[in-house]
């Protein structure tokens, strides 16, 4: 079964507290993995798009990575503004459920000045 | 740039009654994504549309229907709302059907 698991649920960091978030997956033929960014009330602010095993994209103080079972988010130096529900959705291959994305329940971060 | 808009934004409606949510997405693109979130929860999806046809179904109740227009707006209509249904629907659009989403601000529905 296609699933999406993000851990923490949860981060407190201190402004500066450089961390990590992580998304595994578990779908059948990977065809995209998306991290979006969703602050209170709002909808989801897309981030990155990684396609393949051992890609990067880095934004600001934050940088996402992919491996065949997971993908992190690294924050650097975290601010107070970075403040946020961080979701990771995968798109899964195959001839039926191309358009279907799923998403993590996301990680709710807290970034303390 | 151009965003996805969503329309209303917020809307309140009393058990049994209907609601028509609007979603207008960015120019040229042509695949359109609804979802609903639930407080405290990721959002799930329900129907998209690529071209106008409808191209994949999730946990849609039989109780919604949706449709994209030849101008690639999408509509989603509710009937007979039940308390449950109260949640923030997203829609998103794509260039492409299975390229990366961008969502829109939400309609807040509140069922009474």
């Known amino acids: 079964e296609d699933q999406v698991t993000q851990s923490p649920e949860a981060l407190r960091l201190q402004e500066g507290e450089s961390s990590s978030l992580n998304c595994s997956y578990t779908v059948s033929g990977l065809r995209g993995l998306f991290w979006y960014r969703q602050d209170p009330g709002k909808g989801p602010e897309f981030l990155f798009t990684l396609y393949s095993a051992g890609e990067e994209k880095e934004k600001e103080r934050l940088k996402a990575t992919l491996t065949k079972k997971e993908s992190f988010l690294h924050i650097t130096a975290p601010k107070p503004e970075d403040s946020a529900t961080y979701l990771c959705?995968?798109?899964?291959?195959?001839?039926?459920?191309?358009?279907?994305?799923?998403f993590g329940s996301g990680t709710k971060l807290n970034v303390k000045p | 740039a151009a965003g996805v808009i969503q329309s209303p934004r917020h809307l309140i409606k009393e058990k049994r009654e209907t609601a028509t949510l609007k979603c207008y997405p960015i120019?040229?693109?042509?695949?359109v994504y609804w979802y609903q979130q639930g407080p405290g929860q990721d959002p799930q999806f329900l129907i998209s549309?690529?071209?106008?046809?409808?191209?994949d179904k999730g946990s849609i109740p039989d109780r919604f229907s949706a449709q994209q227009f030849s101008d690639y707006h999408s509509e989603l209509n509710m009937s007979s709302l039940e308390l449950g249904d109260s949640a923030l629907y997203f829609c998103a659009s794509s260039l492409e059907s299975g390229d990366t989403q961008y969502f829109g601000p939400g309609t807040r529905l509140t069922v009474l």
């Open positions: 959705a995968v798109q899964a291959g195959g001839k039926y459920n191309f358009n279907k994305f799923y």
């Open positions: 549309f690529y071209e106008k046809m409808q191209s």
């Open positions: 120019p040229r693109h042509d695949t």
